[in-house]
Nanobody, 121 residues
Framework: QQQLVESGGGLVQPGGSLRLSCAAS????????MNWYRQAPGKERELVAT???????SYIDSVKGRFIISRDNAKNTVYLQMNSLKPEDTARYYC???????????????WGQGTQVTVSS
């Protein structure tokens, strides 16, 4: 069994910053791409940022230049540094990763429970 546990959400004023963390645990041989998604009330879940296991990153247009995704492979952890936050960034943020539990098994798609980010004055 593999788990992803997010932390770092909270309430922040517009223009502020937050850093989300997501740690993977359980039986892990390797981790492929790691992603941050978000879902606002009444909206579909959207992919915010991706980082591959070689460090290649990608972002949706609305967060480019403000958010930075990074990972620490030794700690099986992915981060999302969020700067210049806007009210429209308010959502529940979910961590997602492709996890290989053993060398000869396929990658599994694993989700965290999410952490709430609220941007409001």
């Amino acid at each position: 069994q593999q788990q992803l546990v997010e932390s770092g959400g909270g309430l922040v004023q517009p223009g502020g910053s937050l850093r989300l963390s997501c740690a993977a645990s359980g039986k892990i041989f390797s981790i492929g791409a790691m992603n941050w998604y978000r879902q606002a009330p009444g909206k579909e879940r959207e992919l915010v940022a991706t980082i591959t296991n070689d460090g290649t990153t990608s972002y949706i247009d609305s967060v480019k230049g403000r958010f930075i995704i990074s990972r620490d492979n030794a700690k099986n952890t992915v981060y999302l540094q969020m700067n210049s936050l806007k009210p429209e960034d308010t959502a529940r943020y979910y961590c997602n990763a492709q996890v290989k539990p053993y060398r000869y098994l396929d990658f599994r798609n694993v989700w965290g429970q999410g952490t709430q980010v609220t941007v409001s004055s």
